[in-house]
């Protein structure tokens, strides 16, 4: 677990430490990795150049200093990371992790518990982008999660489809028992899904995942007509709605009138705070609502539900699910719809 | 839902607003109660003692500043409320609730979206406890919750009670899911249940809940020697720990040991920040968290659970489950251990 890498506060896990000793030398049990490239969280790079008023220069300064202040890459006011890509240097006899030297992986844990080190004081990058080239180097501990990158696709969008993996996986979890409780119970009720945010990344791999896990109708919402038309183009959806996220009652209208009833599961993809209450006035009753921002606030999801008397499950998106790496690159693989929407976002970074 | 009495910013449902109007005349389908005593959330309370190192006035005086400025009890801190207990005054006769003119009730949706207005400036409170006595009115929507007090019990007993009787009604709800499951599966092994703060409020209803549900062992884990003894003598855990919850080795140490493996199901019923790594930790891989604390933090969940590569389901505690008042009131009748800490608790107060 990387215990022994916390300088401070003492005890905690290196997620939760304000420090990380991010040392060369790898414990027999760690892997080095020749860290190539950063690809921020959303919420934090959106932080980070608010603050700045887009002032690359300022956004780059800001990283740096906090990369070497803590040890990691850890945004102090949203508390996210983000993930690498890069080339395992060096793995520990005893690492559980199966990596070789000279492989390609992208590290599947939070950039908020890995030891980094940045070499070359970012100077390929211009502050205006989540993606970071960079050199230097990285621990992944014996309980770290790494993929090695599929020699056959290009690694800037395999690191962006990993980046963001444990979404469609959780929401193919929650559909398939969803669908299956339904054929137990002898209910003929299709399943419906709406994706707040659909045409995002971890939006539409969720919205190619539920389908495929038996979801009948599904509904993704987005903020603009320009994610409409792409959203639509790119055929991953039964419908495809206009609204605003943080409008409750606008959300939860749209997602009903799409879907011709309440979502059975909703999934919120999208990183700006405020939409807890619409997510849970547009799920039915006895229906589950999964939040993967990290713009999620606790209390009022929690608060929330309890306020609106509605009887919903809420689950914290966790981003590993086991297989979450192999699902996510199959459904890009799969889903020509999945491949477009990655393509045109990364294209336009 | 109350959007009507939102004032600023508009469009937002009640718990999310900054300011609601409070006036006392009520629409068709609301119900204006006489309040009689606000029962502050814990968390809240904690943080407005701590800010004003325990003084009483000057934490009364910011809960009356509060109130007036926003139109109901919401910490702008915590974010979270409380509840109240009263009498109703004037049900409006397209009311769903249910309600008559003269019935002690308690509110069961939270402070933080209850239009309120003190006329007393709380000059009995001593601004010491979480129990505030009261005068003044409060507006129920149609979509709120209210239950009538059980005549034959202490009304501050019951409203404790109610307070948290979301936690123990989920708690009954994952456990029995989790018996279920393991039945179907024709799997023998005992569904285990680690209740952290099982000597709370919140935890030994839970606690109790568990065992009703199936749960074959269970650990109420305690912060010290006294909370200890107490939950041991209620007999409400098959083994009682104690572990400081913020600690996620000695936590999860403490629960395995306990049970023997780690807990199928985890409840964090303790109002401090830092405890979700415990939590997951303590977790078995297929498991579940329960977050009932308004401290927890969504992304150190999030990012926790992933950093660690955990398999488990975390749920935020959605204080709604229908049949949640009956069966928290219902627990405290049939269990003599909770009985024995909630009176415990509140003669302390």
């Known amino acids: 677990m990387g215990l022994h890498r916390v300088v401070q506060p003492a005890g905690v896990l290196p997620q939760a430490a304000w420090r990380l000793d991010a040392s060369r030398e790898i414990a027999p049990n760690e892997v080095r990795i020749r860290v190539q490239r950063l690809n921020l969280d959303a919420a934090s790079f959106r932080q980070l150049s608010e603050k700045h008023g887009g002032n690359g220069d300022a956004v780059r300064a800001e990283v740096l200093e906090i990369i070497s202040t803590r040890g990691k890459m850890q945004n102090p006011v949203t508390g996210s990371g983000g993930m690498l890509i890069g080339v395992v240097e060096e793995a520990g006899r005893r690492s559980p992790l199966g990596l070789k030297a000279g492989e ?159 979502a059975d599961v909703t999934v919120v993809c999208v990183d700006v705070p405020g939409c807890e209450h619409g997510a849970v006035l547009a799920t039915a009753d006895g229906g589950t609502v999964i939040f993967f921002s990290m713009a999620t606030s606790f209390s009022a999801a929690a608060l929330g539900a309890e306020g609106l008397a509605a009887d919903v499950t809420m689950l914290v998106g966790n981003g590993y699910v086991p297989g979450h790496a192999e699902l996510a690159l199959g459904l890009l693989r799969a889903e020509p719809g999945v491949r477009q929407l990655f393509a045109a976002r990364i294209a336009a970074d």
Chains 1, 2 share one sequence.
Do not use: H, Y
């Open 104 to 262: 390609r992986v992208a590290s599947l844990v939070s950039l908020t518990l890995t030891p980094l080190v940045i070499t070359d004081g970012l100077a390929r990058w211009d502050g205006r982008s989540e993606q970071v080239p960079c050199d230097g180097w990285a621990i992944l501990f014996a309980r770290s999660i790494a993929a090695v990158l599929p020699a056959d696709e290009d690694p800037q969008l395999s690191l962006a489809v990993l980046d963001v993996c444990g979404a469609p996986a959780l929401t193919a979890r929650v559909v398939s028992r969803q669908v299956e409780d339904r054929r137990r119970a002898g209910d003929p009720t299709p399943v419906s899904v709406a994706v707040i945010g659909g045409a995002g990344k971890s939006g539409s791999l969720s919205l190619a995942a539920a389908r495929r896990a038996g979801a009948a109708r599904t509904v993704g919402v987005v903020p603009v007509a320009a994610e409409r038309d792409a959203l639509t183009a790119a055929g991953l959806a039964s419908v495809v709605a206009v609204a605003d996220a943080r409008d409750p009652v606008g959300l939860s209208t749209a997602v009903t009138t799409a879907l011709g009833t309440p």
